[in-house]
């Protein structure tokens, strides 16, 4: 199976390039490396089955995939607050654009969020059916709003336009 991984030099990402190449998949890693590193990924850079591709996931780009794992933004309150527009036009201009290739080629997607989508959230744990405590414009806005936007357009596609 050929699969992208896009943010594929972060951490989570190239443990799961680890794994999808042990299987013996074709791999694409995706990655601007503004927060993902090479290190990561070293040991797979001249591997027959591996490509990487430095591109930032804001720019659309044609591939021809089986699988999409969505995993490109910076995670880390000090990545993504150093530059929070660039922060959610990945969420919201990288989820569209991989949605749309997947859309295009056929693609299985699977979107990486995160807990933050609930806000600050005022019990604990969170029950599947909490919609959170949630800001708008507080300082890590950028990110949690982005995910939330990312959800939604990873819903709509799934419900209208797969």
């Not at 850079?45 to 089986?66: G, K």
């Not at 990288?94 to 806000?119: C, H, I, P, Q």
């Amino acid at each position: 199976m050929r699969i992208l991984v896009t943010g594929g030099a972060g951490f989570i990402g190239s443990h799961l390039i680890d794994r999808l190449m042990e299987q013996e998949h074709d791999v694409l890693c995706l990655d601007n490396f503004y927060t993902g590193h090479k290190r990561n990924i070293l040991k797979w850079l001249n591997h027959p089955s591996f490509e990487l591709i430095r591109h930032d996931v804001t720019e659309p780009i044609r591939l021809e995939v089986d699988q999409i794992y969505h995993l490109a933004c910076p995670a880390s309150p000090v990545h993504y607050q150093y530059n929070p527009v660039k922060t959610i036009k990945t969420n919201v201009m990288g989820t569209l654009n991989m949605l749309g290739l997947a859309k295009r080629v056929k693609a299985r997607f699977l979107l990486a969020s995160t807990s933050e989508v609930y806000g600050d959230p005022e019990i604990h744990p969170q029950v599947e059916e909490y919609r959170g405590n949630v800001n708008p414009i507080g300082i890590r806005s950028c990110y949690d709003e982005g995910k939330r936007v990312a959800e939604t357009l990873a819903f709509d596609y799934h419900a209208k336009a797969m």
